[in-house]
């Protein structure tokens, strides 16, 4: 997969910075000495970050170049890394690993949650959101044009659509015995868009990526075309004129 | 009904704050003059809006006195009125109305809001929290009991189980016309709980109150013993042996 757009994801950041915004509410810590931002991208939620805990050390961490560059010139003072989330570990006095909208992404996240939260100290916290909308109709389209188009073979297109999450249970029972103190819940927000094209424009900066990495131009053009008219038929207009997107999120907060 | 007992209600107060709390994080408003805190309970969704707009003339409106005296008694420098949220309208200069977890009880909620809302000037904002987990097994099992014992007929009981909330669609289109923003979501709570019969317990003080007021001390207990075994039977212990609560609930913040 090609890096993805930096300017595509933050295309719609006041509604991308809410979550990760809901996550950092939620952390009990007051003065964490070092916090890392697992996944950092352009670093929108590095900023938020910054801004609550101004006192401490706060990291970027990422494994797209184009992403650190964006996060680098919103945030010069800070430092930030070009790593791997699956294979790195928190170094210690790190009391906050925050991961915002990145552990879908890999494979096998939960052996990877379960693993830095066991790396922290007594007390420290792991928080991750992460969408868990795989089963709304902006996901669904796209696994049905992978599928259907010319396209259908290739390789990567087939391992584009994302697995469903585990269940609040499995992440509950997999944490639990690393964890003195869990909090796990979904929020599902609904963005209030200006038409069908717009959630297709906000995909485009997320879960599309996977599948339209692989096609060259005029093959884009068709996918987006077949996608754009299942939307069209699923999202329809409210009273305003508006179309909202239904968003599941989950959200996990756990205490070492 | 009889009056709500506000020590059975504050039970939970840890969990049960949670909700207005995050409602509150969400509106837009830095120094309201007149804040009304409509079916303010027991005073704990006051006590935040106390804390969060100290500058604020903060008000608590209920229709239960029990909850009234128990709020004066946490809040003695503030006022509460007894007043029926049906047909109270605000005084000019009310910039905020908080509604945590009583709307839902009204008849016909959906014309309150939106005439408490039009009811607002320009900026002004109306928020509002409510619990939407009539299709969760917690709530079916009241109505399955009611339905089912020597009880059934009684209409205080045939009438307790509250309607589903309209969908996120619904509110939207009802809400638009007199709001210039409006933001509606869920979050699905996962409240950790020590064992099935404390989620009796959890509902004892809400949602089980229309089905147990109307019976005698024996009959309440009879209905406690049927609801408490389908909970055991649907709630089942995770690895450390603790239940989850799965809790959806709506918000809306809608500003005028």
Redesign the interface.
Known sequence: MEDWSARQYLKFEDERTRPPR?LL?QVPLERPRRVVDLGCGPGNSTELLVARYPQSEVIGLDSSPAMLRKARERLPKHSFIEADIATWSPAPGTDLLFSNAVMQWLPDHTTVLRRLLAALAPGGVLAVQMPDNTREPGLVFQGEVGRSGPWADHPEIKAAPRPDLPS??AY??LL??VASH?????????H?MASPAAIVEWFKGSSLQPFLSPLDTVAREKFLAAYGKKIAGAYKP???GKV?L?FPRLFIVAVR
Chains 1, 2 share one sequence.
């Open positions: 809901d509410a609040v249970e509950y029972d639990k015995p869990i909090d796990i819940w979904h929020s599902i927000y609904n209030v409210r009273s305003d909202l239904k």
